[in-house]
């Protein structure tokens, strides 16, 4: 993990504001969803992508009421049908 040189105080209510140098480098915009991993000591910030609910893949990925399935998951359970 490569430090980026900034310190940020996190205020009363738990946020903290990320520098719009990094926002826009690692392109996240205003609204974009974030996922909180927390590896060993340290808290890491990712953009959220959505993971098949049952392979865990993250290509090709679709929406399916309200779950998030990858084609190759849905093509195996079409074969079942």
Known sequence: M???GVVRKVDQ???IVLPK?????YQMNEGDPVE????GDHIILE???PKCVF???MEQVAEFKERSIC???????NQLA
């Open 2 to 4: 490569k430090p980026a």
């Open 13 to 15: 209510l738990g946020r």
């Open 21 to 25: 140098s990094l926002r826009k480098r």
């Open 36 to 39: 909180i991993l927390v590896q």
């Open 47 to 49: 953009r959220y992508r």
């Open 55 to 57: 392979c865990g893949s």
């Open 71 to 77: 084609t190759q998951c849905l093509h195996e359970m």
